[in-house]
């Protein structure tokens, strides 16, 4: 199995992506609170030596997990880590100044406010743009440079960022992912 489970908390929000192995052990331990999903998946184990049976965990693709309410708090993750994979992700590989969908190979993190001008490193300040926008606006703002920017950055919730950050999300993880996106457009989803 290479899909991910979809962890957390108690209160039904989520957490983070967690290995199948990962969730078993959580099973074991008896971590589990519920179970959300239509996809389950069968884990066999080894044999007793005693009573000649074999052991198996069946695991939810989305688990929630006893406890995990102190975990989130503790972690306090508010604003969800800005990668490039994710960033270019969140604008579905379209430069936001000239709209050509891109690789990512040809694709660049621009800064909406230059760096160099007070400008932060931050999700509500970058763009997507290809690289020959990028070199083509400088070291100027989208004003400066006659470059009106297609959509607005914003800072995606940890809903938004988990599944920004999947490869491979079953459609009932998305589905449950998806009940708690902010409700303005998502560039990045396609389904």
């Known amino acids: 199995m290479t899909a991910l489970i979809l962890r957390l ?15 078993v052990s959580l099973y074991c331990r008896d971590l589990i609170a519920w ?23 069946n695991v939810s693709s989305i688990i929630a ?8 708090q ?11 994979r994710e960033l270019f992700l969140r ?19 621009d800064h909406v406010t230059p760096l160099s001008r007070g400008g932060t490193d931050r999700w509500s300040n970058v763009v997507t743009a290809c690289r020959i926008c ?18 607005i950055p914003y800072v995606p919730n940890w809903a938004e960022y988990l599944a920004l950050s999947n490869r491979k999300i079953l459609a009932d993880q998305m589905e449950f992912l998806k009940s708690q ?4 457009p998502m560039l990045f989803y396609k389904q």
Not at 181 to 184: A, D, M, P, T
Request: hydrophobic share 30%; proline share 6%.
């Open 9 to 23: 908390d108690v209160s039904g929000s989520p957490v983070t992506w967690i290995p199948w192995q990962d969730a």
């Open 35 to 57: 179970t959300a999903g239509n996809q389950e998946f069968v884990f066999h184990g080894g044999v007793n030596r005693r009573s000649g049976e074999r052991s198996m965990v």
């Open 65 to 72: 997990v006893k406890r995990s309410a102190l975990f989130k």
């Open 74 to 84: 503790h972690t306090k993750r508010t604003i969800p880590p800005l990668t490039n």
């Open 91 to 109: 604008d579905a590989h379209l430069c936001m100044y000239c709209g050509h969908q891109h690789c990512e190979s040809e694709l660049t993190r």
């Open 134 to 151: 990028n070199t083509r606006k400088g070291n100027r703002n989208p004003e400066a440079a006659n470059m009106p920017l297609l959509a």
């Open 181 to 184: 996106f902010s409700g303005r």
